[in-house]
């Protein structure tokens, strides 16, 4: 399964839900498959969509929060699986496209080809935990697995992309991503 | 000097509702006062702490982030590409280990660099001292209000009880 096509599954499931989307091509893929209001794109800071995905989440309960996050971002802010654990914010789900790849640099290899990061999710307290291998299981389990009661953690295995083809970056200004989905949240 | 309950009720004066941060001795009673009462997000990293400040001041809330110096360093990059980025406002309270080159020898560097490091930022700060504390957070607050960026007070020894 590439990217593109997991997005394309997940997405259409996210109701009014309120998406952080981690740096690089994650943020990318998504803002052309569907840009929603409710999308905030992180394009720098590396590492801390799920931070940012927990301010929201403890704040907002009443609202539901999904985490779009990568294998190179996890690794880079594996504290913040502990403090989601110890916080346990029953609206956040957190979706992780693991590539084993550090995708917008060069597909330079990450670790999670030997570490499975859903196991430590599993010990810092996620509520439920679950690894995906193809666009079929996929299919069965999103509706069902955004809709429950968190934190949640799903680890979806998707391929390397080594084609060379261009994907539009943001077009919106940070400023104006934040306004927007300050303004989906209603705050 | 400034009691860790004072100090809160300043801050809550001022309009800070949310607190996260990574512990100091130099702020370890107003971190007591904050656990005592309940809503203090105990992070576990820096840089984590501004993203989750981040993301409270987008639902609502006028964050502060708790901080040593040492910290500072580890967040450059976060509030480079964030919060000053995106225009996240946030109170950074950093302890100032390493405060006139008195300390021990892994704040000196640090506690050296600083006051610098933080006008290489563009970020606002001040120096707490014990008499005008209440001035200098009502400062604060009105700055982040005025800019939408992060705003730092510097919290030297001997200010906090």
Not at chain 1, 3 to 8: D, K, M, R
Not at chain 1, 80 to 93: D, E, F, R, W, Y
Not at chain 2, 9 to 15: D, E, F, I, V, Y
Not at chain 2, 26 to 37: F, M, N
């Amino acid at each position: 399964m590439k990217l593109v096509e997991a997005l394309e599954i997940v997405i259409p499931w996210l109701g009014d839900a309120l998406v952080v989307h981690a740096n690089g091509f994650i943020s990318r893929e998504s803002f052309n498959v569907k840009d929603r209001l409710g999308n905030f794109y992180m394009i720098g800071s590396m590492g801390l969509a799920s931070s940012i995905a927990l301010g929201v989440a403890l704040n907002r309960p009443d609202r539901r929060v999904v985490v779009f996050d990568g294998d190179g971002n996890v690794l880079m802010n594996l504290g913040s699986l502990a403090l989601i654990g110890a916080t346990q914010p029953k609206n956040l789900v957190h979706i992780v496209f693991d590539n084993e790849a550090y995708g917008s640099t060069g597909n330079q290899r990450t670790i999670t080809g030997a570490v499975a990061l859903e196991e430590i999710a599993r010990a810092s307290g996620y509520q439920r935990v679950q690894r995906v291998n193809t666009a079929a299981t996929l299919q069965s389990i999103i509706q069902e697995f955004l809709a429950q009661s968190g934190p949640a953690f799903l680890l979806i295995k998707i391929e390397p992309d080594y084609e060379e083809r261009k994907i539009g970056r943001i077009t919106h200004e940070p400023p104006q991503i934040a306004a927007r989905f300050m303004a989906a949240i209603g705050s | 000097m400034v009691t860790g309950v004072e100090f809160l009720h300043l801050l809550r004066g001022a309009g800070f509702d949310f607190f996260t941060g990574v512990p100091c001795s130099l702020a370890k009673s107003l971190i007591a006062t904050l656990e005592e009462r309940g809503g203090y997000i105990a992070e576990t990293r820096e840089d984590a702490a501004v993203g989750l400040a981040a993301g409270a001041y987008m639902a609502g809330k006028q964050p502060v982030v708790i901080m040593q110096n040492s910290g500072l360093g580890v967040c450059v990059n976060a509030l480079a590409s964030l919060s000053l980025m995106y225009h996240f406002p946030c109170l950074l309270l950093i302890t100032w280990r390493g405060y006139q080159g008195k300390d021990a020898p892994e704040h000196l560097i640090m506690g050296d660099i600083s006051p610098t490091l933080l006008s290489t930022m563009k970020i606002p700060y001040q120096v707490l001292s014990a008499e005008p504390v209440g001035d200098s957070i009502r400062w604060a607050a009105e700055t982040l209000r005025q800019t939408n960026q992060p705003v730092a007070l510097l919290l030297p020894p001997g200010v906090m009880r």
